[in-house]
């Protein structure tokens, strides 16, 4: 990608940072924390990476994303949003009664949604099975993306599927680790160490790489080796920060699951348009 | 009484019981806060074990540790509690017939805009099935720092149902609660109401309403869904021969289906059933939720004038 293009990525997660502070903040409740340390990953899968086309959100060959840590939702809608499956307006009616922006990810109300997600510990699992039905359908096109937390990590569930992706190969498929250290109760490694999440995955029979989970350029560049992978699944563990991008809310465990009120939006919306600059 | 959520009544109540038994520990799976375990963490740091997101894990530990002679509660969201770990309460804690008390929190549709992948309403239904399991769903603060004693203090397994929105007071201290023991909050002859956790208080209101118009009901507070009080529904039944079952839970399997199996077998007579009609929850404040599935006084109201008229028909 070229340095046009990269500034181009960077200027759309502003945006999606924007628009996560707004439909939160309307919302009155959500998970504004691991929305955040999402974007640049989701930002770039949909600007950059996936081949996807919002008029045909059905489109066989298109590449699919599975947003295991359904509960950052926002960062998701704010994507889609971007890249026209719905108007900018209805963003605000996340978590509202009838609305297509459930809390949680709903395939069944909003197109562009692959897979209904909220449950922690099952989108790699939906990948592998979304991907073995594309290898038998000799569908050969596409990747399945799937984006977990790491305090996602330790369902047990996770590692089941991390064994069955290495066993069936399945080159198609593209894990993405959130890697910001942080869930509910804490730190990861004081709630539940999950040890060393790289090698952890390479005993499993993964290709790993790392990168900086906030730069465009690195992650577009592990992004697309990855898509290009025939050596069975690849994982790529990003290293974020949770809340990242605004200053009250980085770092800390409190903007896990809380909405920011009125002032609190003011000042981080605020916040977004001085780096915009 | 201020209103306050049943959930606030697990954390507060396992420190009282664990300044008297040291056998009492607590897991939770990353949920601490939530639940309010994190105030029991803050005083027995070393009886607290957070099992980080592995609910199974944490139901398997939680049955080893009844094994090795502990007391654990073990605490997550309602959906997770009983749906992700169900083979581990299932296969490790009833087959055994161990003391697991499972204290689940953010139980129903009053969970609210999470939506419908938390918001669960078969838990009751998933528990009640199993052998061993005994199944409290308590109605407002005090009844749920009784249904926890209860938990703590009766061999075997239990599944303490608790709420995520403030519920109105209905007890005062000189309560008393008992496995197996609905209490009656209102008395009536013309058609029994019987309710549980978050639907009493509705279904109280909706007496009131009747009353406006004559109807005089009687309302059980069913907190001991498993064992059920078969005594004190069948009298209640025999008297006024209409009956309405009222749960924040779907109407396949839980309060409801049970009344209807106790009447069906032991004192057939007319009856409706308020719960959630088969289908998933959505997003959306809890009260407006409430409305759109139809768990409101007026539709409890409504219910007990089917009810009536169909025992008069
Ligand atoms: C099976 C399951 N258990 C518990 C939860 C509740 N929950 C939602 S988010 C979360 C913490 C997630 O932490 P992490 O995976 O690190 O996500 P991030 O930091 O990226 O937000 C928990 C415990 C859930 N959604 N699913
Ligand atoms: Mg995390």
């Known amino acids: 990608m070229s340095q046009p293009d990269i500034a181009h990525v ?21 998970h504004p924390g691991g929305s955040l340390s999402s974007v640049e990953i989701v930002a770039t899968l949909y600007a950059s990476v996936m081949n996807h086309d919002p008029a045909r959100p059905d489109m066989p060959e298109r590449d699919r994303f599975v947003l295991s840590k359904g509960h950052a939702a926002p960062v998701l809608y704010a994507a889609l949003a971007e890249h026209g499956y719905l108007p900018r307006e209805e963003l605000v009616t996340l978590r509202k009664l009838g609305s297509r922006l459930q809390g949680h990810p709903d395939m069944r109300k909003l197109p562009g949604v692959e897979v209904s997600t909220g449950s922690l510990g099952q989108g790699l699992a939906l990948a592998n099975g979304m991907a073995l039905a594309l290898r038998l359908d000799g ?20 590692w089941e599927a991390a064994m069955a992706a290495a066993h069936y190969r399945l080159d198609n498929v593209v894990a993405i680790v959130d890697l910001n250290g942080l869930q509910i109760d804490g730190a990861t490694c004081e709630v539940m160490d999950l040890g060393n999440v ?43 920060m949770k809340g990242r991008g605004i200053s009250f809310m980085e770092n800390l465990c409190d903007w896990h699951g809380k909405a920011p009120n009125a002032d609190e939006a003011e000042r981080a919306l605020a916040e977004l348009s001085d780096q915009g600059e | 009484m201020a209103d306050r959520a049943t959930r606030e009544a697990l954390g507060a109540t396992l420190i009282e019981l664990a300044a008297l038994r040291d056998d009492i520990v607590v897991l939770d799976a990353d949920l601490a806060k939530a639940t309010t375990t994190v ?22 530990t939680a049955a080893g540790l009844a094994v090795g002679g502990k007391t654990p509660f073990a605490s997550t969201f309602a959906v997770f509690a009983t749906g992700r770990a169900y083979d581990q309460i299932r296969n490790s804690i009833c087959y055994a017939n ?56 009766t061999p075997g397994p239990f599944y303490v149902r608790l709420g995520r929105a403030a519920v109105p007071a209905l007890y005062t201290e000189s309560a008393e609660f008992e496995l197996g023991r609905a209490n009656v909050l209102r008395t009536g002859a013309d058609v029994t109401i019987v309710a549980c956790g978050g639907m009493v208080w509705r279904a109280l209101a909706a007496a009131g309403m009747l009353a406006q118009d004559g109807i ?80 409101t006084a007026s539709e409890i109201a409504a219910a007990a004038r089917r009810a009536i008229g169909r025992r008069t028909a």
Not at chain 2, 39 to 60: L, N, S, V, W
Not at chain 2, 103 to 131: C, K, N, Y
Request: glycine share 10%.
């Open chain 2, 216 to 295: 005089e009901a009687d309302v059980i507070d069913m907190l001991t869904v498993k064992p059920l009080d078969a005594d004190t529904l069948l009298a209640s039944s025999g008297k006024t021969g209409a009956v309405v079952t009222c749960e924040e839970h779907s109407v396949i399997g839980g309060l409801g289906s049970a009344v209807a199996t106790e009447l069906g077998l032991n004192g057939p007579c007319p009856m409706e059933m308020v719960g959630v009609q088969d289908v998933f929850g959505t997003s959306g404040d809890p009260e407006p939720l409430m409305t759109h599935f139809g768990l």
């Open chain 1, 198 to 240: 790289p090698e952890k995955f390479a005993a499993f029979g993964w290709t790993v790489m790392t990168c900086d989970g906030h730069s465009v350029a690195e992650l577009q560049d592990a992004l697309e080796r990855a898509k290009a992978a025939t050596e069975g699944p690849v994982v790529i563990v990003a290293r974020t």
């Open chain 2, 39 to 60: 105030k029991f963490k803050a005083a027995y740091p070393d009886r607290f074990f957070d099992m980080g997101i592995a609910e199974q894990d944490m139901m398997a």
């Open chain 1, 10 to 30: 960077a200027h759309v997660c502003q945006a999606m940072r924007r628009d996560i502070i707004e439909m939160v903040a309307a919302a009155g409740s959500g």
């Open chain 1, 139 to 158: 569908n050969t096109a596409p990747t399945v993306f799937c984006l977990m937390g790491d305090g996602e990590l330790q369902e047990g569930s996770v």
């Open chain 2, 98 to 153: 161990l003391g697991v008390k499972i204290a689940a929190t953010h139980a129903g549709i009053t969970v609210g805009p999470d939506g419908g992948s938390h918001q669960m309403v078969e838990d009751i239904a998933l528990m009640r099935a199993l052998p061993n399991m005994r199944v409290l769903v308590p109605s407002d603060y005090l009844s749920a720092v009784a249904a926890i004693r209860i938990a703590a203090q």
